[in-house]
């Protein structure tokens, strides 16, 4: 592999993570917004659910990747699953990522305009946080150890 790759690979992943979620960003909300139904407790569950589901996921590809590349003896057979499984999962929790100086402000004012009380808007946006920031965490951490170990 050439030396220009692997931080090549990551400014891609990175611009692909913020540009699709961007771009996705409305049909993600109106589908939590759907599952809420104007209930806080509600949004919280959808939002932790289904942010605990991707993670595992994630995990669990990277894991099995990890196996391959165990047992073939090659750390590249671990990125032909990591690269796929982090331009999937990369999209998801950029969307739970604040913007900016304005923090949450502005996706919960998106959420009002979309019909979200303002108890439901805080809820969807700050039970995603912690997931978005543990996430970027994970994939971070899984692509130094992927390419750079």
């Not at 019909?115 to 978005?132: C, I, N």
């Not at 970027?136 to 951490?141: D, L, P, S, W």
Request: charge should be positive.
């Amino acid at each position: 592999m050439p030396d220009w790759f692997v931080p090549a690979l990551a400014v891609f992943v990175f611009v692909w993570s913020f540009a699709v979620g961007i771009a996705c960003e409305s049909r993600v909300l109106d589908w939590y917004l759907d599952r809420a139904a104007r209930r806080p407790l509600r949004a919280v569950a959808w939002v932790v659910g289904t942010h605990l589901a991707a993670l595992v996921g994630w995990l669990a590809v990277l894991g099995i990747g990890t196996v391959i590349a165990h047992r073939s003896g090659s750390h590249e057979w671990a990125a032909v699953v990591a690269v796929p499984a982090m331009l999937v999962y990369g999209p998801w929790l950029v969307q739970f990522l604040p913007a900016g100086r304005f923090g949450y402000s502005l996706a919960r004012d998106d959420l009002g305009h979309r019909g979200a009380d303002r108890a439901t808007a805080r809820a969807l946006t700050w039970s995603g946080a912690p997931f978005a920031f543990a996430g970027m965490a994970v994939m971070f951490a899984a692509f130094m150890l992927v390419f750079v170990a």
